[in-house]
């Protein structure tokens, strides 16, 4: 008998072994178990009757983060996030923005300050990145531009084809026609030009400074941990972009036939509709609409 | 007795008798009967797990799985009959019949003759068992040697033989409850359920490790034994595992002088 | 649980220029119909020119998670699409507007019921469940214990859907049948009126829910396990779906039966689900033969079927035949299986040390037994 064969005898052996006891692992909770699966949040009887709202609402969110709603009607299935309370149907998942720093800490839904308007604040941060209105590139003195970026991994892409869906649906049978505004899974955000290739405006250093404080955040004393937020913060304007500095007819700041915007689409945003809503917000607002974000709070 | 030769020779190697085609075709039956039971069933018993939905669909989905479970179950059932009825003619047929030509025919001679039957336990599997956890906790160097069935072998053999009177009878009541509420309290159902779900997990976490370890996994079988298409044993497999049974077959076979040492458990591939 | 949030509505002084905005609010309503875009019959003020956007959302002061993003076409889905925003939307009358109040599902809608000819309203619905076991208050009309724990109608429902089928080859097919509809077209040549009379009759000739999705919003309170406490309940949801009932709805079958199947008495409004204490429950003692023998489940059965238990919890004081049947056959499982697991296991040690042992056997290698 070789030694060869012999090895592999033995190793096999040893492979049975630990499958064996893998077994006997596996089937103790198949002989043992006498309950099925536990559905409830088990950690909310810790707090009992005594805990707040806010309180169980927290407890609530850490363990039951992903949980989703499934209706079948049997021709198709509508998967979507559970959201508390929600009568009406979303249809999709909600797509985080796996690609902004800020997001990673701020969050899908940050807006919160300017409470008229917050919700339409939020609306745009679904697809617009969160520099756009926030940094002032001409700040940065380089020669800049906006392009998408992908949600998923902040590349710079191509303009997204939903955009085009949305013209198409002026076009035939309306009726039974639903596009999605914001389905575009990219952000517009500046970028520049970085030797042969195109980086975002919000750049490398910024997101390693902050990758470094988020991991470094035990270590830090207080002082510290304010002066590194100041540093990280430092792009960031004063003033944020107001509503008109983009949807506005002449020399709007984003350019929307550039980004792949269809024409019927730029009119909308730069004219018309939107414009409107904007003019009727500000006269329902006066006067704290006009300056979203500043002395609010 | 038997139209099959307890030794054959194939390419120069001797192989040793051990299953007619009929217990062949009866194993087919049987083991092709129970996967197809479990794999209709467990999805169904474990309907929480995630690999329950789509393996329940691969079978047929809601509609057509429990015809096919119940179907498999009737098959089972149908041959657990036609065994019994198979070995107690064999049993009439090889034993009572030689009694009576004997002239032998009292109850202690059935009794004898009963447990001189090949599958049925004796106090030769006893001492084998204390024997084998001599063996396996090293009190000893040498393993036991096995008659023509080993104790686990008839182990496995009559695990049916308990499984199926508490499955079979569960399945049909569960299956049959409307009709069978006429003759039963409905609490019946609820101890049907607890013995047909957990005899049956018992079968299969069973089958799925010893038997398949003793046919599939063990490394002198890997992947597979061949004893249940063939109905022969090889000469090694003979002295691995029957070496009782291997020594008085070659001696009944007048090959005395050719007969091997026993196998250590792969003393072969010792160092 | 209707935990009741505080409706933000903030003084913004706006009965300054009150007609001024109303002038506008109509020119700008009129500019924006022009514009409007899909089919969305019921959206007079284009309320979707905001709400199609998917990211309109906010985080409520009570920390709530709001999204007002409107899937017309799933909101197109279902029954109340022949509702405008406002029917239930009824303090919103303009853009932009203040927070939206709560909608009151016991408001008359504008849809006319065609039998009685009056105004549509769930009314019924809440004097149903007003006198079942989740009604919020007790038999004198006082407010029970826990008043946040009684279900308000979204605590069940969401936005309901159709769920139309066919069955023109015998066969039972989801969605609506071209054959089907081709039928009534032929005469009510109008609008959608064909495709909503075929999707809700058909929908109601069936659950209009997948039975998975009633378990699910029955088992929000009742798998609760602080809720169980409070109201000293059983984890009824659990032990059901150990059931081959709650096993084959798990599996996607709609033939076994589901909470309301059992718990409401056949031909009653599903939203009356009594106790078992009370006289006409479908789950009181003497009740339940009746239940189980009901049309379409089990009515070849004989009256004792009814002993069979469905919430079975392997306690051994309720359940001794359970509790020691299982605790049987968990020992023999334990004792089978360990015992071979232990043989295999050491049999295969034995394999990596084949000829190693403490006492070596007298007997020879070769020598026959």
């Given at each position: ?297 | ?271 | ?138 038999e004198d009309g006082k407010p029970k214990p826990h008043q946040e724990d009684y279900p308000g109608c979204k605590d069940c429902h969401d936005q309901p859907f159709y769920r139309p089928f066919s069955f023109y080859k015998g066969e039972l097919k989801a969605g609506v049948s071209k054959r089907g509809i081709s039928r009534c077209k032929g005469c009510h040549t109008n609008g959608d009126f064909a495709e909503d009379f075929y999707e809700h009759i058909t929908t109601r000739l069936r659950k209009s829910r997948y039975p998975m999705e009633t378990i699910k919003s029955c088992a929000k309170c009742h798998q609760d396990p602080e809720f169980q406490e409070r109201h000293d309940l ?136």
């Open positions: 008998m070789n030694l060869f064969k012999k090895i592999v005898f033995k190793l096999y052996v040893i492979f049975l072994m630990v499958f064996t006891v893998w077994y006997g692992h596996f089937m103790y909770p198949l002989i043992f178990g006498f309950e099925g699966k536990e559905m409830a949040a088990e950690s909310l009887k810790d707090l009992g009757e005594a805990g707040t709202d806010h309180e169980k609402m927290f407890v609530k969110l850490i363990s039951e983060h992903g949980k989703k709603s499934v209706t079948d009607l049997g021709y198709k299935v509508i998967d979507q996030p559970y959201i508390e309370g929600r009568f009406h149907h979303i249809g999709f998942p909600i797509e985080p923005d796996k690609a902004s720093l800020c997001v990673s800490c701020h969050g899908n839904v940050p807006h919160d300050n300017s409470k008229e308007v917050r919700s339409f604040l939020n609306m745009h941060a679904f697809y617009v990145g969160c520099e756009t209105c926030h940094i002032q590139p001409k700040e940065a003195g380089e020669s800049w531009r906006f392009r998408w970026y992908s949600k998923e991994n902040g590349d710079i892409i191509d303009n997204p084809v939903a955009l085009v869906e949305i013209e198409d649906s002026y076009k035939e049978d309306a009726a039974h026609n639903y596009p999605t505004y914001g389905k575009y899974g990219a952000k517009i955000a500046p970028v520049i030009q970085k030797g042969s290739e195109l980086v975002l405006l919000s750049g490398e250093k910024e997101k390693k400074f902050a990758q470094r404080y988020v991991t470094e955040l035990g270590n830090l004393n207080s002082e510290q941990k304010s002066q590194i937020k100041k540093v990280i913060h430092q792009k960031v304007s004063k003033t944020p972009l107001q509503c008109d500095g983009c949807h506005q007819e002449k020399d709007p700041y984003i350019p929307y036939a550039a980004l792949g915007y269809p024409p019927r689409r730029v009119v909308e945003l730069t004219n018309t509709s939107v414009v409107g809503m904007i003019e009727k917000y500000k006269e329902f607002y006066i006067p704290s609409f006009l300056s979203p974000g500043v002395g609010n709070e | 007795m038997s139209k099959y030769d307890p030794i054959v020779y194939k390419e120069g190697k001797r192989l040793f008798y051990r299953f007619s085609a009929h217990q062949r075709l009866q194993h087919v039956v049987l083991f092709s009967s129970v996967l197809i039971l479990a794999l209709t069933g467990f999805p169904l018993r474990h309907a929480e797990e995630s690999w329950a939905r789509p393996l329940y669909d691969l079978m047929g989905g809601t509609e057509l799985a429990p015809l096919i479970h119940r179907a498999a179950g009737t098959v089972l059932l149908a041959l657990f009959v036609y065994h019994t009825i198979y070995w107690m003619v064999l049993f009439y047929k090889n034993h009572i019949g030689k009694l009576k030509r004997e002239k032998r025919v009292t109850i202690g001679n059935i009794i004898r003759e009963f447990f001189s039957q090949e599958m049925v336990p004796n106090k030769k599997d006893l001492i084998d068992i204390i024997h084998i956890w001599k063996y396996l906790l090293y009190f000893t160097n040498r393993p036991p040697r096995h008659e023509r069935m080993s104790w686990r072998e008839k182990f496995d053999y009559f695990a049916p033989y308990w499984g199926i009177p508490i499955l079979g009878p569960a399945g049909v009541a569960l299956w049959w409850r409307d009709e069978f509420s006429h003759i039963m309290p409905g609490i019946v159902l609820n101890a049907a359920y607890i013995m047909h779900t957990d005899e049956a997990l018992l079968a299969v976490l069973f089958l799925f490790f010893v038997h398949w370890y003793n046919v599939h996994y063990a490394p002198e079988k890997f992947p597979a034994a061949t004893v249940w298409l063939t109905g022969y044993l090889t000469e090694d497999e003979m002295i691995h595992e029957h070496y009782a049974d291997y020594v008085r077959v070659m001696i009944e076979q007048g090959l005395e002088d050719q007969i091997q040492p026993q196998h250590f458990g792969g003393k072969e591939y010792d160092w | 649980m209707q935990v009741a949030h505080s409706v933000l509505i903030r003084d913004v002084g706006m009965n300054k220029h009150v007609m001024t905005k109303w002038i506008a609010v109509f020119v700008f309503s009129f500019c924006m119909f022009s514009y409007s875009n899909a089919g969305f019959a019921g959206d007079e003020l284009n309320c979707v020119l905001c709400h199609k956007h998917r990211g309109l959302s906010r985080i409520d002061e009570d920390g709530k998670f709001r999204l007002f993003y409107i899937n017309q076409e799933l909101f197109d889905s279902g029954p109340h699409r022949r509702n405008k925003c406002k029917d239930c939307h009824t303090d919103i009358d303009k853009i932009p507007h203040e927070p939206a109040r709560k909608v009151d599902c016991m408001q008359e809608c504008h849809m006319v019921e065609p039998s009685g000819n009056i105004k549509f309203s769930h009314k019924t619905v809440e004097e149903t469940l007003h006198k079942s076991a989740h009604s919020p208050l007790d059983d984890d009824v949801v659990t032990t059901y779906m150990q059931t081959f009932h709650g096993k084959m709805i798990a599996l996607g079958s709609e033939k076994t039966a589901d909470c309301l199947d059992c718990h409401v008495v056949e031909g009653e409004n599903t939203h009356l689900i009594e106790g078992k204490e009370v006289i006409t429950s479908a789950v009181y003692k003497n009740n339940v033969q009746a239940t189980c023998r009901t049309s379409e489940c089990h009515e070849k059965a004989a009256a004792q079927l009814a002993s069979y238990q469905t919430h079975v919890t392997y306690d051994r004081e309720k359940y001794p035949l359970q509790f020691y049947m299982l605790v049987g056959f968990k020992a023999l499982m334990a004792c089978v299986l360990y015992f071979f697991l232990a043989l295999i296991f050491l049999e295969l040690l034995r394999r990596l040390f084949p000829c190693f042992s403490f006492i070596k056997d007298k007997k020879q290698d070769d020598e026959v037994e």
